[in-house]
């Protein structure tokens, strides 16, 4: 059953901007991009990464935002809108899959920093050694406390997005955004005075070329799919909430750099612990929350800095997964009729099953491995398909949707400012990359890795 949801769409342009980066600002920032780059070599891999946000990021977000805009639908009723009863309508399935299995991964972490903010307001860190802090967030994750916050986390995702996107995102987004930069930016001057500074940002910002191989490029690219949170139609069902005046291009770029500008303040922020504070650069997932506990716990009112970021951090894992639920919730409502509601409630419902899996991928069902590219744990293995495969194979489908299929003038009209004359400069260049450049490039990436 189809059915077009009558749409309040965003308040203010302010709003946009505030919803977008809300999406794309989020764990993938300051924890996921710390420990790809410790993972790959540092330098090589920031190189990478902003490149594939520049070729590739900014052209497919104009194309979700300019698909998402012009047909006022999720992604599969926008694929299905413009090509009915035709294979497309996958793409949006894709779509909603890999929504369904970040959401269920990204709530653990979203997790782990809710057991950090309330252990931070108890002052339970302070006085401890690294060693010490070590071993607490060791053993808290074998234990049954990742699993309930897991929980506690998705409910409170589904109490926002039951109420709507405008409602929610748009309020905290707006508030929040800001309060994270300035703090971020403070602790950055903080880990810019620690002993091993210079070490940290040499292997930030000295790229060594000779650890470029496949993985690693294909890392980066599906880290600047997942910190966008591209390919799978969840800026695409924010842009459905667009109105014709909200300027495509121009937004995709302020998105795409404050997002980019997070992920490297928290570069800078944690490279200089991590060698200061004698851990590996390449410890993984856990890398963050074992490096930032220790860089806390030295700061004069140490607990309350803590207590502010794990906050911080929790709530802009919020925005990001109110856009992943978003986009699941829209599927259900406009293609199954469902209520809101109970919409919401199975998507979360999925997400809890899922989730609680990937918690104990750190404990009980840390033995048990998928064979698939080398042998992940379930959270692993969702972390990796959906962002190194998922995403970058939804980012084909939608550029070559939008750059071959929905009609020329339409596209450039939407990647036009200006209503009437020439098209811009960006409304010749992308199309030209979403037909040729972004499907040629990620087929020869993923072929490589191969
Ligand atoms: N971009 C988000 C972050 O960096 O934390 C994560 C994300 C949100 C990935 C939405 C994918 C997505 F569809």
Known sequence: MKQSSPRSLFATRLGVIATTVGSAVGLGNIWRFPYEAGVHGGGAFLI?????????GVPVLCAEFALGRSTHRGIFGAFSSIRPNSRWRWGG???????????SFYSVVAGWTMEYFIVSVKGGLSGLSDAELHASFSSFLVGWRPVGWTIVFLLINYFVTARGVQKGVERISNILTPMLFVLIIAFCINSLLLPGASEGLAFLFHPDFSKITPSVVIGAMGQAFFSLSLGIGVMLTYASYFTDRTPIVRSAMITASLDTLIALLSGILIFPAVFTYGVSPAEGPTLVFEVLPSIFNRLPGGMIWSALFFFMLFLASLTSTMSMSECVVTY?????????????A?????????????????????????PFIGSFNIFNFFDYTSSNILLPVGGILISVFVGRIMSRSLLTKQLSSRPSGAPSFAARVIPFILSWVAPVLITIIFLVNL
């Open 93 to 103: 399935i894709i779509g909603v899959v890999a929504s369904l299995m970040i959401l």
């Open 332 to 344: 259900f409502v406009e293609e199954k009729g469902m209520k809101r509601k109970s919409a919401t």
């Open 346 to 370: 199975l998507t979360i419902a999925v997400a809890v099953v899922f989730g609680i899996l990937c918690a104990l991928s750190f404990s009980s069902l840390s033995d048990l491995t998928l």
């Open 48 to 56: 990478l990464y902003i490149a594939f946000i520049l070729i590739l």
